[in-house]
């Protein structure tokens, strides 16, 4: 798939998913610092599986986002299929 033949379902779940892991990022700096806040770790939480559904979908769709046996691959082998993740 070259980059010109992605849709754009390609780049919107893209983008989704980088917004839903950054808030994570920033919601577990946080939570080193303030364990004790119920309601931001509850806010982690659903952007925890807010981020697991994304990824789901955008694997089923559009192949593999990580390497090492951390998502599957379709046969055959999809790894050999460019854009990778870090390529867009």
Known sequence: MTREAL???FYQLMEDL???DFVLIELNLYLDTHPEDL???????????QSQALRRT???????LLGGG??????????????W????
Request: charged share 25%; proline share 14%.
């Open 7 to 9: 849709p754009e379902e």
């Open 39 to 49: 309601e931001a770790l509850k806010q982690f939480n659903t952007f925890a599986q």
């Open 58 to 64: 955008f694997e089923e769709r559009f192949g593999p």
């Open 70 to 83: 951390k998502s599957f691959s379709t046969f055959p082998w999809a790894w050999k299929e460019p854009p």
């Open 18 to 20: 980088q917004a839903v």
């Open 85 to 88: 993740p870090w390529q867009i």
